[in-house]
């Protein structure tokens, strides 16, 4: 069974960064589209960024620039560094795996603040 989990969130001042991690057991891990999500309080979960089974990759025009996805076949992780974070980037960040099913990890809160 596929399971994720995700680490890395915390309290980070604006102009910061933060590095997140989504860690990945079970099999088949190249096969997955692996992406990340993000739900702000009263907003609708959206997608940050993905890397599919062929390295391509595809950002938010709110995070281009500022966050970069990478994933890791030998660790079965996949990463999101965020540079230059904002107040508005503020959210609980979900790690997301499909590939004929659609699978979510708990989620990891980031909070943008002075």
């Known amino acids: 069974q596929v399971q994720l989990v995700e680490s890395g969130g915390g309290l980070v001042q604006p102009g910061g960064s933060l590095r997140l991690s989504c860690a990945f057991s079970g099999s088949g891990f190249t096969l997955y589209t692996k992406g990340w999500y993000r739900q702000a309080p009263g907003k609708q979960r959206e997608l940050v960024a993905f890397i599919t089974s062929t390295d391509s990759t595809n950002y938010a025009e709110s995070v281009k620039g500022r966050f970069t996805i990478s994933r890791d076949n030998a660790k079965n992780t996949v990463d999101l560094q965020m540079n230059s974070l904002k107040p508005e980037d503020t959210a609980v960040y979900y790690c997301?795996?499909?590939?004929?099913?659609?699978?979510w990890g708990q989620g990891t809160q980031v909070t943008v603040s002075s």
């Open positions: 997301n795996f499909r590939f004929r099913t659609n699978i």
